[in-house]
């Protein structure tokens, strides 16, 4: 039996000491039966099971699909009859079949399995060898297995497998019926994170890795520590997704063990800035290189990101979402509020609570067996914290219908998600006095645009309309008025729900109009040109004041630093316009764009008469990143080629201290630097990327630009590899 024992690389689990093998082969010897060798049929059994890219040196299957394995015996087994009528397979999670959180399941080999239970069933035999099919059940529990053969009273070790989630399988809970789509959300590791703003989205790549080396183990160990996180020790529970994604969400951002730790918005960094980060293998790796500790930083991105790479590696579709305009921290309150001085400068007076720019969560692919059948599908998985009645924690997994029809009641954290991208922000002026003034016309909704990456391609697919019905709609209007019902009923039984109906502004007569507009996205180095208009629909002149100003911004709705502001004074004449066009230059807020390039340009408007003040923003972003990358036409496996990196230095001034980052899973071992030193003004730099393709097929190149003056500046491409 030398060679059907396979090695776990990290979770070391002890299967049965030497003296116990020892024990086993003499007890077989006993009875005349002895196994020569054990194949486990790695090769055929993984790439069956599409799992062929995590390992072709040991075995990792699927539940709910045969796999096979061959025994040879020493002796002809014909020899033996009688005791091969009672030969057993056991499988078991632990060394100790009766421990309390192990697996344990026994069977005998027959002439026909049973595909819905464990079993095991002979499909080819002569004198000297037997070809086994084993059978898992779809609804096993995930885990690392043991394999045993018991005969007698004896047992012998036959090897170690994995056993997974099943997309691929009809009966399993994660049964996903498209192929593309399994494609998509299980077996693609080149993803695609948007961010920015919702008219101007910016794609950002992410190597998902998850069927990297050692990935597989690390997966289960952070499976297992969620669990203890969550005082979850019945090992039966890992045959639910539900309770899979739970547990493991709970692991990166919300318990003492989380996988990754936040950074205040602002603070300085004392490790890797979540904008640097290109994969999620370099963060799970050091994760356990530091024998779990946090690793410093992540941001909702990043959360999201590793949270889809763990769960892709245990079987279980999942995808990466963005929602544009999310409402954060609302506690399930239908309302948040924006606080600006008088010249339009945004606050940060409510810590909690605020409207981000975008946000990043997971969608992931089940059956709710716990729920009704219409919340099956994609449930909403969001690792990030919010502030709940019981501390911080993650949400989810909220079925996507259940918070598109308003059923706030359904399990889990479905009136979290709904809030986030139904509630109304409304604006208010600090003024001088300590006094607060609402500010007309500056009230804005939540949820406008939600994006995930396409199947099969790198479009960016609209996914709204998943999320809520049309803005406006009867059908909007409905689900909410549910929403209020549901919710108020759950306040007269709880005093741990807030959800509340949005307040009706009781609001004079408006008769000044004011309305900002400039380009949603700009390119590294472009002046910004501001259009306003000025409405005054009322029947006598007004006397105003107004203020424009621009801000950088965090992505999470945190000011950075004023880059600019101008003040006009102007006479409206009765039932006029008064066009305004102001051009910013490029060198007046360059500076401090902050890591998300995110910009909030405001006009604020004063009537000097009644003191009502009329706001207007726009949130614009830096799109264009000045890397570009070129391969040759033809590449082959195996064989040494080269990428063009061109870095195009679009400023009036040089770059300093330029370093390029390079990935490529498949094209290049590991992350690369490259120092560039200063890239003059207005000139361009070319780098040589030479590289050996080892994996055929379409393949990614990242390249990450860092300097002085700018973060977070990344430029990716595909190309194919031929096989060799």
């Not at 029809?405 to 986030?420: I, K, L, R, W």
């Not at 006598?540 to 107004?546: D, G, P």
Request: glycine letters at 4%.
């Amino acid at each position: 039996m030398a060679d059907c024992t396979k090695r776990h690389s990290n979770q070391k689990l002890v299967l049965m000491s030497e003296r116990s093998l020892r024990s086993s082969k003499k007890q077989l010897r006993q009875t005349g039966l002895s196994i020569q060798k054990c194949d486990f049929m790695i090769p055929e059994n993984n790439k069956n099971h599409y799992t062929e890219e995590i390992s072709t040196e040991r075995l990792i299957v699927r539940r709910g699909q045969p796999f096979t394995i061959t025994l040879s015996f020493s002796a002809p087994t014909h020899n033996y009859l009688q005791q091969m009528k009672r030969t057993f397979l056991i499988v078991q999670t632990g060394p100790h079949s009766s421990a309390a959180d192990e697996i344990q399941a026994e069977f005998p080999i027959s002439s026909l399995g049973d595909q819905k239970q464990w079993s095991a069933a002979v499909e080819e035999q002569d004198p000297n060898f037997w070809t086994l099919c084993v059978n898992t059940p779809a609804n096993a529990p995930i885990g690392q297995y043991t394999l045993l053969l018991r005969a007698s009273k004896s047992l012998q070790l036959l090897g170690n497998f994995t056993l997974l989630f099943n997309p691929w399988c009809r009966d399993d809970e994660v049964f996903l019926a498209n192929e593309a789509q399994r494609q998509e959300y299980i077996l693609n590791q080149d993803g695609i994170i948007y961010q920015g703003t919702e008219n101007a989205i910016l794609a950002q790549p992410w190597d998902f890795s998850q069927f990297e080396e050692d990935m597989v183990d690390i997966c289960f160990i952070l499976l297992a520590l969620g669990e203890h996180f969550q005082r979850e020790k019945d090992p039966a529970q890992r045959k639910s997704p539900v309770h899979v994604c739970r547990a493991v969400a709970a692991m990166l951002n919300c318990s003492e063990f989380r996988t990754l730790t936040e950074c205040e918005p602002g603070q300085p960094y004392n490790g890797t800035p979540p904008s640097k980060w290109l994969g999620s293998s370099p963060i799970l790796q050091r994760w356990i290189a530091s024998k779990f500790q946090p690793v410093r930083y992540g941001r909702c991105w990043v959360f999201a990101a590793v949270l889809c790479s763990v769960l892709r590696c245990l079987g279980i579709p999942t995808r990466v979402v963005t929602g544009f305009t999310w409402a954060h921290n609302t506690k399930s309150i239908l309302s948040v509020d924006e606080y600006y001085d008088e010249d339009g400068t945004l606050l940060t007076q409510d810590k909690s609570a605020r409207v981000w720019t975008f946000h990043v969560w997971n969608e992931c692919w089940m059956a709710r067996t716990d729920l009704l059948p219409e919340y099956s599908g994609w449930q909403a998985l969001d690792a990030t914290c919010q502030e709940k009645s019981k501390g911080l924690s993650f949400c989810g997994p909220a079925p996507v219908h259940a918070i598109k029809e308003g059923d706030t009641q359904v399990d889990y954290d479905v009136s979290y998600f709904f809030a986030a991208i139904n509630a109304k922000c409304h604006v208010w002026i600090h003024k001088a006095d300590d006094t607060l003034k609402p500010a007309f016309g500056g009230t804005k909704y939540t949820g406008n645009n939600i994006s995930t990456k396409s199947v099969g391609t790198e479009r960016c697919e609209d996914i709204t309309q998943n999320y809520k019905y049309p803005e406006g709609s009867l059908q909007e209007k409905k689900v909410l008025d549910k929403a209020y019902k549901i919710m108020k009923e759950l306040e007269t039984t709880s005093s741990s729900t807030e959800f509340i109906s949005i307040p009706t502004a009781l609001e004079d007569p408006v008769n000044l109009f004011i309305c900002l507009q400039s380009s949603s996205s700009l390119k590294l180095g472009q002046d910004i040109t501001l259009s306003i208009e000025v409405l005054n629909h009322s029947g006598r002149e007004k006397a105003t004041h107004l203020v424009v100003g621009i801000q950088s911004l965090h992505y999470n709705g945190v000011p950075i630093a004023q880059l600019w502001k101008e003040d006009f004074h102007f006479n409206l004449q009765s039932n006029s316009v008064n066009k305004l066009q102001v051009s910013v230059p490029y060198t007046w807020f360059g500076k401090d764009l902050g890591e998300n390039h995110l910009l909030r340009l405001t006009a604020v408007l004063r009537d000097e008469d009644s003191f009502y003040m009329y706001l207007a923003q726009e949130e614009i972003s830096i799109c264009e990143s000045p890397l570009t990358i070129e391969f040759p036409e033809n590449m082959v496996q195996y064989e040494p080629s080269t990428a063009k990196i061109s870095l195009q230095n679009p400023l009036m001034e040089p770059l300093e201290q330029c370093v390029i980052t390079v990935a490529g899973q498949g094209l290049i071992y590991r992350q690369r630097n490259y120092r560039l030193g200063s890239v003059q003004a207005k000139s361009t730099q070319e780098l040589q990327i030479p590289f050996t393709p080892t994996r055929a097929g379409p393949r990614r190149l990242t390249a990450r630009l860092a300097c002085l003056q700018l973060q977070n500046l990344k430029s990716y491409r595909t190309t194919n590899i031929a096989a060799a």
